[in-house]
């Protein structure tokens, strides 16, 4: 059998903090990320058009050999990813899975909140799509019990241009943290839903109070696909195992590697592809 590594994929930077987490959780496996960075951002296309691209990205790496596809990015999941499992892959790919972040996360919300009073953080195309209400309304088992929303369109361009640590980072970080809580005061977690967001964090924290949870995606999909993998081993025994990542983009590359090495706190190299 031959094997092969598992895909990444995002729209641009933010899914190398899921990559990051999962480097760290699943050592041994190979990895391979692809960022759309020439047709980033999703968050304001339309359904159509999210579709279309991460159907493409999702082929590319399906053509590299990629036997899973982890959809890293939350305005994917929410637009293009269930069109992806249902109508997609049994004719294309019956034999290959496409995961997302959006399912894992509401899962963990389940289990750590204590009143069912939910805030969403994310970009416009997540919070318009609806995708996280509907989602923990039908997973978290009746656990949750409102889930209120804000989009933050200010915070992707504020950690893309490196600039989380000025004055424009505090007053929008502030501006949306105090927009969420005034929606439900009652609120007692708190989902970043984007993996762009936890670069802020420190921000974020600063004018959250201290008994909201705040849920960062990066170690809830590693801790879930490590859970997958055990439960699946036929996906297991297909996944190439030599600690190697390769990253891709449609973008210069040399633009890619300066962001990227900020996510993932080290040096990339990288390479840019068409499909």
Known sequence: ??????????????????????LKTLPKYDFLYLGDNARTPYGTRSFDVVYKYTLQAVNYLFDQGCPLVIIACNTASAKALRNI??????HIAPDRRVLGVIRPSV???????????????GTVGTVVSESYPIELEKWSGGHVKSTVQEACPMWVPLVENNEIDTEGADYF???????VLEKDPDIDTLILG????????????KYVPPHIEILKQGHIIAEKLLDYLARHPEMEERLS??????????EAADNFTGKASLFMGREVDAITVSY
């Open 194 to 205: 984007c993996t762009h967001y936890p670069l802020l964090e420190n921000l974020i924290r």
């Open 107 to 121: 899962e963990k919300v389940a289990e750590i909140t204590k009143n069912g009073h939910v805030g969403v953080l």
């Open 85 to 90: 499992q249902m109508l997609d892959l049994p």
């Open 1 to 22: 059998m031959k094997q092969a590594p598992i895909g990444v994929f995002d729209s641009g930077y933010g899914g190398l903090t899921v990559l990051k987490e999962l």
């Open 241 to 250: 195992r030599g600690g190697k990542v390769d990253f891709r983009t449609t």
């Open 173 to 179: 970080v502030r501006k949306n943290i105090k927009n």
